[in-house]
């Protein structure tokens, strides 16, 4: 297993903060979060909804040239889930298929948030990467 170039970048942040600090972290990224194209906003049956998250977060994976366009929605009164979901995209995002078939499982973990963040919560992100990888597998 091994992560994209941006996931790296983003795990090298989280793992450069103080515990304290990871969770202001966080809560940037949940404003990041990009907004659904018309063709989702106005489509919302086309999404797959994430069961494992307790906040309503959908997602939708597009391959193009054996490059996965990524498409996830949040709640904003749900930051943790959609920062999640953000985390996901900026780590996922325009890479190789091959590249998102074999990004670690164990990514969640990697960010340091496991002790800060309910298991609720990690359940939540892992549910979205394993869709996003089935989903994935399933359009290359």
């Known amino acids: 297993m091994k992560l994209t170039k941006p996931a790296v970048a983003v795990v090298d942040d989280f793992?450069?903060?103080e515990p304290q600090h990871r969770l202001e972290l966080l809560l940037d990224f949940a404003n990041e979060l990009p907004n659904l194209p018309v063709r989702y906003a106005d489509h919302p049956d086309l999404l797959e909804r994430v069961?494992?998250?307790?906040?309503?977060?959908?997602?939708?994976?597009?391959?193009?040239?054996?490059?996965?366009?990524?498409?996830?929605?949040?709640?904003?009164?749900?930051?943790?889930?959609r920062a999640f979901a953000s985390?996901?995209?900026?780590?996922?995002?325009?890479?190789?298929?091959?590249?998102?078939?074999?990004?670690?499982?164990?990514?969640?973990?990697?960010?340091?948030?496991?002790?800060?963040?309910?298991?609720?919560?990690m359940r939540g992100i892992r549910g979205m990467l394993a869709r996003i990888k089935r989903q994935v597998s399933e359009k290359s």
């Not at 309503?56 to 990524?70: A, G, I």
């Not at 998102?100 to 948030?113: E, N």
Request: one cysteine or more.
């Open 51 to 81: 069961e494992e998250c307790q906040s309503p977060v959908y997602l939708f994976v597009e391959v193009t040239d054996q490059r996965v366009q990524l498409f996830l929605t949040a709640p904003k009164e749900a930051p943790t889930t």
């Open 15 to 17: 793992q450069s903060l």
């Open 87 to 121: 985390i996901l995209h900026s780590a996922l995002d325009q890479q190789p298929v091959d590249d998102v078939l074999s990004f670690d499982d164990d990514f969640p973990s990697m960010l340091g948030l496991t002790e800060l963040v309910s298991p609720l919560r």
